[in-house]
């Protein structure tokens, strides 16, 4: 018999069981759910949004880009092979879409109580329409009903900026990048409204294979002899203006560690020319990368872009998986992460200039209280970040809400950003982070520790002021 479960989106979900916090929370959440959504830290491909072009089917467009999926699936035996995921060495994989969307509905209960789960309904319900929950039954009626409507006009990638209320979207590229599809936005009206962001790990990480080679690209695209320690340093300082002529406000440095150095100009030419002869030590690699974030801290204050910093990720922490399909498969691990004594150099250099505006984030949760909140609440030039990856959930956002708060406050917070690959949850990802906002909040005037006014008016801010202020999006 089939299995047609209906699938329903509860309009009081993520809220406060409490009936007299989750009535507070309602009122809260009614002022805040149609603002626009404001998405600064992302991995969405630009080329979608150059090209303009209908996406291809429902697994290559929901399941393909997305680790948070297969990397479930993979952690219960499933291949990646088997999921369609492409190999470094072109080994066949399995194509056929539609089986792979079978394996993918046939194990959804996997999801049940993650993240993945609720973006997942949402899109099926929201975007979609669909009225029965995902199973192996319902696998070809969902199939069908997605890619009938995939080719409509307004699931072109431009009009579901419009469809999502999304104001702006920023995506992030290295260094080299040529940025070819932000620059063919150039004229179209979305070039103010697609930015994207500068990430520079490519010629900053000595570890890197490719280093020496992206050094070299480097020297190609802005005419500077980049084995100079002056010359790189001008090389990403053009660079940086390269990116801010196609939108960019902001920088991310995805470093393994939160690391910083001051090195003197003797020492730190010295340490790079020993990472460009491929003989640095991983302790000087380390020093060298935590040298390049207080370089950049100066560059941000030279020309106003706001850093990022991304660190403790144990990246590609399988390595038989990296070795047959690369990177960004699902096999990122958070390690512990200590913020304190690696920020000092910078911090003793450029904390106290408020021009600079960092934002730290973290997978190391046992640093919100003991380190991040008081560093934020005392340096001009921090702010935190939110809730990131792992914790980018509600029981994570709540987490980060009730630690960092009473010693950084709400101000030295810079609101949500979805920080995903997914272009397609990005509104279900935001309405959750909305919802818990409010159910923090709502908690706080309940036990009267804030007026219900006060709450209207910080649920606007977390959700829209303090993100345009933080990456200077006004």
């Not at 088997?82 to 394996?103: A, C, M, N, Q, W």
């Not at 070809?140 to 009938?148: C, K, Q």
């Not at 790079?272 to 950049?296: D, P, Y």
Request: charge should be negative; proline fraction near 5%.
């Amino acid at each position: 018999m089939a299995n047609f479960k209906p699938l329903v989106l509860d309009d009081d979900r993520l809220f406060p069981a409490d009936p007299t916090v989750r009535a507070i929370a309602r009122r809260l959440y009614a002022g805040i759910k149609n603002l626009p959504i404001v998405s600064p830290h992302g991995h969405t491909d630009p080329a979608w949004f150059a090209s303009n072009a209908n996406f291809d089917n429902a697994t290559s467009l929901l399941l393909l880009p997305d680790h948070y999926v297969f990397r479930m699936l993979y952690s219960q035996g499933i291949s990646l092979e088997s999921l369609g995921i492409r190999t470094k060495d072109g080994t066949p994989v399995e194509t056929d879409y539609r089986k792979i969307f079978h394996t993918f509905a046939k194990n959804y209960h996997l999801f049940r109580g993650t993240p993945s789960r609720i973006w997942l309904d949402s899109v099926f319900h929201d975007v979609f329409g669909l009225e029965h929950a995902l199973n192996s039954d319902t696998a070809d009626l969902y199939y069908d009903s997605i890619n009938e409507q995939l080719v409509k006009p307004e699931f072109k990638p431009r009009a579901l900026l419009d469809k999502f209320n999304i104001e702006l979207i920023a995506t992030t590229e290295g260094a080299v990048n040529s940025l070819k599809h932000h620059a063919a936005l150039k004229g179209t009206g979305y070039e103010k409204r697609v930015i994207t962001t500068f990430r520079p790990d490519d010629v900053i990480d000595a570890d890197r294979a490719d280093f020496l080679s992206n050094i070299k690209k480097l020297a190609e695209q802005t005419g500077q002899d980049t084995h100079s320690w002056q010359g790189y340093l001008q090389a990403l300082r053009i660079r940086r203006q390269f990116f801010r002529d196609h939108g960019a406000t902001a920088t991310d440095h995805g470093h393994p560690t939160a690391k910083t150095a001051n090195l003197s100009e003797t020492e730190a030419s010295s340490l790079f020319q020993l990472c460009l002869s491929g003989n640095a030590s991983k302790e000087q690699t380390e020093l060298f990368r935590g040298q390049m974030l207080t370089e950049m801290a100066g560059m941000s204050i030279e020309d106003g872009m706001t850093m990022q910093i991304h660190p403790g990720a144990f990246r590609n922490h399988n390595p038989s998986i990296f070795e047959r399909f690369g990177a960004d498969k699902g096999a990122d691990i958070p390690s512990p992460t200590e913020f304190v004594s690696n920020l000092k150099p910078l911090l003793d250099k450029y904390g106290n200039n408020a021009a600079l505006k960092i934002i730290l984030f973290t997978l190391d949760e046992t640093t919100y209280a003991r380190e991040l909140a008081p560093l934020a609440g005392h340096y001009p030039a921090l702010k935190l970040g939110p809730a990131w990856w792992f914790h980018d959930s509600p029981e994570g956002m709540l987490r980060f809400r009730h630690q960092v708060t009473e010693t950084a406050g709400f101000y030295n917070t810079v609101g949500f950003n979805d920080d995903t690959r997914a272009f397609l949850s990005i509104p279900a990802r935001h309405d959750v982070a909305r919802r818990i906002d409010c159910r923090f909040l709502a908690g706080l005037v309940a036990e009267h520790r804030l007026s219900e006014d006060e709450a209207h008016e910080l649920a606007q801010q977390l959700t829209y002021q303090l993100v345009k202020q933080a990456y200077q999006l006004d």
